[in-house]
């Protein structure tokens, strides 16, 4: 049943999620890439947390939020991948009031855990590069656990806007969402709600953490730049940029992306846009961070090589 009746109103108790397209054919294809693309990114990131928590070389502050990042991704692309799955297999795709709630609540908690961890992992390399000798006692594990706090404690609060926004949102009529997940934005648009407040809330919320991870990003980067280009050595200045550049690929995708949706107006992009691009956001990026990482960092490429020594010898 799509809806109760509610005195003048009709109360929508169920929404039914258009996805991504309409072509049988098609429907086929995206289920079978998207796939594997879910597929690779759990086994990726899921690989990355052990090899990080079983090499002692990687017991390190940056490696310890790395394979917090990776559980991040492993919970963000989980919130949406396997209901995207289901809505390429059947014809429609419902889902509970209730349930729509809680996968727009938990895209917005991992998805803002994972801003603050790239804002934390930034200044993870501030401080190694700019503050060497300082390090051990800037980012002791006291230090690293309170990071990690205030990084779940600023996804609850952006994901509770979220949530007590769409709670305050009245749906009267139409329950199709033109989506392939309950996002904010299709579901203001099938709204019949007067008051403007529970819109611009959930707004606020998501482009002050933006603005503020952006702030902290850029502002360690501007001193690890100053300080690597006043460095005598050519071979310091390549270790110090290679221990960077994996983390600003990272940045520059997920940045890029979630400023397009949340940030810029929604004027100047279709629907069939925003849906693009949540795609990349939700579900290729979670499965490109441990690639990139794996690809460009040394010390996970040495500890993967002597895994995977120990794994053939003991065979």
Known sequence: MDSLWDGNHTAVTDFILLGLTDDPILKVILFMII?????????????????????????HPMYFF?????????CLSTSVTPN???????ERNPISYHGCCTQLGSTAFFGTVECFLLAIMAYDRFVAICNPLLYSTKMTTQVCVQFLIVAYVGGFLNASSFIISFYFLFFCGPNRVNHFFCDFAPLV??????????VVIPSFTSG???????FVIIVSYMYILITVLKMRSNEGRHKAFSTCSSHLTAVTLFFGTITFIYVMPKSIYSTEQNKVVSVFYTVVIPMLNPIIYSLRNNDIKGALKRML???IFSL
Not at 84 to 90: G, I
Request: glycine share 2%; charged share 10%; with cysteine.
């Open 35 to 59: 796939l594997c693309i879910y597929l690779v990114t759990v086994s990726g990131n899921l690989s990355t947390i052990i090899l990080i928590r079983t090499s002692p070389q990687l017991h």
């Open 66 to 74: 790395l394979s917090q990042l990776a559980f991040a991704d492993i």
């Open 84 to 90: 995207m799955l289901v809505n390429f297999l059947v």
């Open 189 to 198: 648009e099938l709204s019949c709600s007067e008051n403007s407040i529970p």
């Open 208 to 214: 002050s953490i933006i603005v503020l991870t952006v």
């Open 309 to 311: 020594h120990k794994i």
